[in-house]
């Protein structure tokens, strides 16, 4: 199995920034990709950020230039440096990991998630 744990999320005043970190445990054999989405109250989970195996990153046009996504492959960790922050981008942040686990195939793997808002 696969477990996924994110951090760093809390409070922050518009224009600040934040860091989140991810981390897979468990029995993991390969990591195809991890991901950040976020789900804002009353709307659907999107996706913030993905970057592949081969360091291929995409990003949600809306936090292109503010957001960076990166990964340490040792750690099997992910972070998500999150600047200028605005007011919608208060969401819970999910983090997505799409592992291997044995010989077989790929899942897909959520966190709990972890809080950001975004003061005025």
């Known amino acids: 199995q696969v477990q996924v744990a994110e951090s760093g999320g809390g409070l922050v005043q518009a224009g600040g920034s934040l860091r989140l970190s991810c981390v897979a445990s468990g029995s993991i054999v390969s990591i195809k990709a991890m991901g950040w989405y976020r789900q804002a109250p009353g709307k659907q989970r999107e996706l913030v950020a993905r970057?592949?195996?081969?360091?291929?990153?995409t990003y949600a046009d809306s936090v292109k230039g503010r957001f960076t996504i990166s990964r340490d492959n040792a750690k099997n960790t992910l972070y998500l440096q999150m600047n200028t922050l605005k007011l919608e981008d208060t969401a819970v942040y999910y983090c997505n990991v799409v592992a291997r686990s044995g010989v077989g195939f790929f899942y897909e793997y959520w966190g709990q998630g972890t809080q950001v808002t975004v003061s005025s």
């Open positions: 970057i592949t195996s081969d360091s291929t990153t």
